[in-house]
C-alpha cells in the first residue's frame, strides 16, 4: 500500500459519468507524476491516463480518448479522473499511482505507490 488513496467508485449506467479523487498523504502531491490505473476481472492492470507533476502533460490510452480526464490540484494534494460516456467495458477496479520520477510513463514498474483501488461498474 501506498500514499495514495481513492475515492469515487460505485456503479453507474451507460453513459453516465463518474468522478474518481486521489488523495496523497504524508506529502506533496505535486512532488508526484500521478496515474490512474484500471483492472478488469480476469485482466491484466492496465493504463488509463497519466499527469505531469505541473499538470501541464496529459496522456491517455487509447481506450479512454476523448471521454476521460484526468487533472490535479496540487495545493489540495489531490488528482481527479473525470470519466464520461461510461461503458460496461469500463467496469473495473481503478487504481491510483504514484511515481517519484520526472517523466509521465505507461508502465506500472515505472510507479513507486498504489492506492488500495475502488470499484466502478457501468451497467448496461
Known amino acids: 500500500q501506498g500514499q495514495v488513496g481513492e475515492s469515487g467508485g460505485g456503479g453507474v449506467q451507460r453513459g453516465g459519468a463518474r468522478e474518481r479523487t486521489c488523495a496523497a498523504a504524508?506529502?506533496?502531491?505535486?512532488?508526484?507524476?500521478m496515474a490512474w490505473f484500471r483492472q478488469a476481472p480476469g485482466k491484466e492492470r492496465e493504463f488509463v491516463a497519466t499527469?505531469?507533476?505541473?499538470?501541464?502533460?496529459?496522456y491517455y490510452a487509447d481506450s479512454v480518448k476523448g471521454r476521460f480526464t484526468i487533472s490535479r490540484d496540487n495545493a489540495k494534494n489531490t488528482v481527479y479522473l473525470q470519466m464520461n460516456s461510461l461503458k460496461p467495458e469500463d467496469t473495473a477496479v481503478y487504481y491510483c499511482?504514484?511515481?517519484?520520477?520526472?517523466?509521465?510513463?505507461?508502465?506500472?514498474?515505472?510507479?513507486?505507490?498504489w492506492g488500495q483501488g475502488t470499484q466502478v461498474t457501468v451497467s448496461t
Open positions: 504524508g506529502g506533496s502531491d505535486s512532488n508526484y507524476v
Open positions: 499511482a504514484a511515481a517519484s520520477s520526472i517523466v509521465p510513463g505507461t508502465r506500472r514498474s515505472e510507479y513507486d505507490y
Open positions: 499527469i505531469g507533476r505541473s499538470g501541464d502533460y496529459t
